[in-house]
Nanobody, 129 residues
């Protein structure tokens, strides 16, 4: 059974950076997809990014495109989320998830805000001065 453990959250000033980590255990596969979503108090979950090894492509939500970057260290079974230029509206609990749902149309592919099957306990990110 897959297990995910997020860490690295904290308090950061607007414009600052954080790197979140997600330790993955319980499965090994040649094919996988993994990503991140977040949930702010009183708001719905928001899909942020998804990496799919099937085509070695990464997808980002418009709200974080250009600021957030997903990466992975296969040797450590760890996935990272580098977050730059943080804004107060980025304040939320952040979760990694696998598989990460996304959909594709003729205009491209986008992460979704639902359909998550596995996630960890989350890590709190607070952006405030």
């Amino acid at each position: 059974q897959v297990q995910l453990a997020e860490s690295g959250g904290g308090l950061v000033q607007p414009g600052g950076s954080l790197r979140l980590s997600c330790a993955v255990s319980g499965f090994t596969a040649d094919y996988y997809n993994i990503g991140w979503f977040r949930q702010a108090p009183g708001k719905e979950r928001e899909g942020l990014t998804c990496f799919d090894s099937a085509d070695d492509r990464t997808y980002y939500a418009d709200s974080v495109k250009g600021r957030f970057t997903i990466s992975r260290d296969n040797a450590k079974n760890t996935v990272y989320l580098q977050m730059n230029s943080l804004k107060p509206e980025d304040t939320a609990v952040y979760y990694c998830t696998t598989p990460c749902p996304y959909y594709c149309t003729g205009y491209g592919c986008s992460v979704t805000n639902h359909g998550y099957e596995n996630w960890g306990q989350g890590t709190q990110v607070t952006v405030s001065s």
